[in-house]
């Protein structure tokens, strides 16, 4: 059974850093791809990053220069450091076992983690 189980978000100011963790169960954050993504209230879903089975990452263009990903292979984590935070930044944050929604194709989502920046 796959399980992803996200935690870390909370209230955090403009410019501020937070870092999201994503534990995997049923899958292997080594093996697999691992996509972090977001939704803001009234807005889509959209990508934030992935990291696929070879190490290779992506970045949306909103976040480059701002948000890392990475994994520790031992802990079957995934996560997302975030920094220079700002308003539009706010959102529920998932992770899922891929890097796109394809039709057709199984993907599991964690639960959310709400990240909220504000002063």
């Known amino acids: 059974q796959v399980q992803l189980v996200e935690s870390g978000g909370g209230l955090v100011q403009p410019g501020g850093s937070l870092r999201l963790s994503c534990v995997a169960s049923?899958?292997?954050?080594?093996?697999?791809?691992i996509g972090w993504f977001r939704q803001a209230p009234g807005k889509e879903r959209e990508r934030v990053g992935c990291?696929?089975?070879?190490?290779?990452?992506y970045y949306a263009d909103f976040v480059k220069g701002r948000f890392t990903i990475s994994r520790d292979n031992a802990k079957n984590t995934v996560y997302l450091q975030m920094s220079s935070l700002n308003s539009e930044d706010t959102a529920v944050y998932y992770c899922?076992?891929?890097?796109?929604?394809?039709?057709?194709?199984?993907?599991?989502w964690g639960q959310g983690t709400q990240v909220t920046v504000s002063s």
């Open positions: 899922a076992t891929a890097c796109a929604v394809v039709p057709g194709i199984p993907v599991w």
């Open positions: 049923g899958v292997t954050v080594d093996v697999d791809r």
């Open positions: 990291l696929n089975s070879v190490g290779s990452k």
